[in-house]
């Protein structure tokens, strides 16, 4: 089992920028799919971006595309989503999530971490 650790959110102005980080508890496989996934007040969660550690075109939800990117750095293990153009629909708990298929659905997902609370003042 992986442990994932997510860092970087906060409360930010509409129009505003955050980078949020995960970082797996092992070096990741170079198979292996992290995704950033979401959940908004009352909503379920959704689906936002994901990519494969050894590289390849990044995926993204359509309500995120073109503002945020999701990205991974090799010497630190690390996965971020920067975020950027901000708006209050933004607001939800962003979770880190690793698995091993190329997929949007939760449930192809083996491990999760505890979530970081990202609010957009409006």
């Known amino acids: 089992q992986v442990q994932l650790v997510e860092s970087g959110g906060g409360t930010v102005q509409a129009g505003g920028s955050l980078r949020l980080s995960c970082k797996p508890s092992?070096?990741?496989?170079?198979?292996?799919?992290y995704a950033w996934f979401r959940q908004g007040p009352g909503k379920e969660r959704e689906f936002v971006a994901l990519?494969?550690?050894?590289?390849?075109?990044?995926f993204y939800a359509d309500s995120v595309k073109g503002r945020f990117t999701i990205s991974r750095d090799n010497p630190s293990n690390t996965v971020y989503l920067q975020m950027n153009s901000l708006n209050v629909e933004d607001t939800g708990v962003y979770y880190c999530?690793?698995?091993?298929?190329?997929?949007?659905?939760?449930?192809?997902?083996?491990?999760w971490g505890q979530g970081t609370q990202v609010t957009v003042a409006s």
């Open positions: 990519i494969r550690w050894h590289g390849g075109s990044p």
């Open positions: 092992q070096r990741p496989y170079s198979s292996s799919v």
């Open positions: 999530a690793v698995g091993s298929q190329y997929e949007r659905d939760s449930s192809a997902y083996d491990d």
